[in-house]
């Protein structure tokens, strides 16, 4: 649902930025396009940065409520899960199976 509203807001705001800006030519369509591009930038990188996380963006954490993917598929499927070469890299030591001893001259 959040999406939707996402995209409708988007929309509604790129619609009256284009009436604003279309109706000028030349230089003042430029300076008035790049100005609208800064003000959204800083907008979002000061006054919303408690919603847009400002530099790091939009970050999906463990208690987010799961409710598409609790839909499509099981409770637990569609988590993220960071991994490098097949270990484990979410710092959950518990969850990591412990190491096969094996025989060399390093052990």
Aim: include cysteine; charged fraction near 10%.
């Amino acid at each position: 649902m959040t999406v939707f509203f996402g995209v409708i807001f988007a929309g509604l705001f790129a619609i009256l930025i284009g009436y604003v800006s279309l109706r000028r030519s030349g230089i003042h369509f430029s300076i008035l396009t790049l100005a609208f591009a800064q003000m959204s930038f800083n907008l979002a990188y000061s006054e919303l940065t408690p919603t847009t996380n400002g530099k790091s963006g939009l970050q999906l954490t463990l208690q987010d409520p799961r409710i598409i993917d609790n839909a499509i598929a099981t409770p637990g499927a569609g988590l993220p899960s960071a991994t490098m070469f097949g270990i484990d890299m979410t710092g959950n030591c518990a969850s990591t199976s412990p190491r096969p001893h094996s025989s060399s001259a390093f052990s």
